[in-house]
C-alpha cells in the first residue's frame, strides 16, 4: 500500500530532550515536506527537500532540523525542544514539487 | 512572499444541498498550483482537488469544483449534494511552480458542518 508513515504518532517530552520525529514514504517520490499544525494557524511549512542531500526552509524553520540520505526518509530533528514547539506534526511526500502532497498520519507532539 | 487567505473560519449546510468555500491567494507569480484538501477528525490530510494556474478550465472531481479566477486570484471549492461525510476541515492550498520552487502555503482552513 502506498503510504507516508511517521513515528512515533504520540510523543510527550520535556524541554532540551533531543527527539527525532521519522517520516518515510515507499512511493519513490522525490519531494518531501514538514508542516506543523497549530489551531487557527493552518499549516506551516518548516522545511522542505526536492531531492536526496537537497533541502530548504520553509516559512518555520527556527528550532528545527533535517536530513534526507535517502529517498524515502526524511527525519525532523528537534535539537533542544522548546514548549512553543507543541504541535501536531504532518510529513508530506509528492512525486514533484508539480504534483499534490500524500501526507503521513501525523504526530502529536507536546513538550512540557 | 506567497499569502492565502479563507475568510470563512466556518461554513454549514443542510445535507444534499450545494456549498462554496472561498479562497484567495496573493502572490507575484503566474505559474503556480493551487489545492483544496480536506482534513477529517481523524486528522488524515487528503486531496480533494488540483488546479494548473495555466489552465482556464476548473477542475471538477464529482460532486467537488472549483471556481478559479486568475485575475481576481480567487480559488473557491463547491461542494454539490453535500453529504455527512462531508463534514471535515478544509484547507486551500499554493505550491510554487518558479521564484520558490518547492514551497507550499496554506490557509488557515474552514471547518464545514453538514446537517442531516
Known amino acids: 500500500e502506498a503510504q507516508v508513515t511517521q513515528n512515533p504518532r504520540y510523543l510527550i517530552t520535556v524541554t532540551g530532550k533531543k527527539l527525532t520525529v521519522t517520516c518515510s514514504q515507499n512511493?519513490?517520490?522525490?519531494?518531501m515536506s514538514w508542516y506543523r499544525q497549530d489551531p487557527g494557524l493552518g499549516l506551516r511549512q518548516i522545511y522542505y527537500?526536492?531531492?536526496?542531500?537537497?533541502?530548504d526552509k520553509g516559512d518555520v524553520p527556527e528550532g528545527y532540523k533535517v536530513s534526507r540520505k535517502e529517498k524515502r526518509n526524511f527525519p525532523l530533528i528537534l535539537e533542544s525542544p522548546s514548549p512553543n514547539q507543541t504541535s501536531l506534526y504532518f510529513c508530506?511526500?509528492?512525486?514533484?514539487?508539480?504534483?499534490?502532497?500524500?501526507f503521513g498520519p501525523g504526530t502529536r507532539l507536546t513538550v512540557t | 512572499a506567497q499569502t492565502v487567505t479563507q475568510s470563512q473560519p466556518e461554513m454549514s449546510v443542510q445535507e444534499a444541498e450545494t456549498v462554496t468555500l472561498s479562497c484567495t491567494y496573493d502572490?507575484?507569480?503566474?505559474?503556480?498550483?493551487l489545492f483544496w484538501y480536506k482534513q477529517p477528525p481523524s486528522r488524515q490530510m487528503i486531496l480533494v482537488i488540483r488546479?494548473?494556474?495555466?489552465?482556464?478550465q476548473n477542475a471538477t472531481e464529482n460532486r467537488f469544483s472549483v471556481n478559479f479566477q486568475k485575475a481576481a486570484k480567487s480559488f473557491s471549492l463547491k461542494i454539490s449534494d453535500s453529504q455527512l461525510g462531508d463534514a471535515a476541515m478544509y484547507f486551500c492550498?499554493?505550491?510554487?511552480?518558479?521564484?520558490?520552487?518547492?514551497?507550499?502555503?496554506f490557509g488557515d482552513g474552514t471547518t464545514l458542518t453538514v446537517k442531516p
Open positions: 512511493m519513490n517520490h522525490e519531494y
Open positions: 527537500s526536492m531531492n536526496v542531500e537537497v533541502t
Open positions: 508530506a511526500s509528492s512525486l514533484s514539487m508539480l504534483h499534490e502532497q500524500y
Open positions: 488546479q494548473e494556474a495555466y489552465k482556464q
Open positions: 492550498a499554493y505550491r510554487s511552480y518558479n521564484t520558490n520552487a518547492g514551497k507550499s502555503t
Open positions: 502572490t507575484s507569480e503566474s505559474d503556480y498550483y
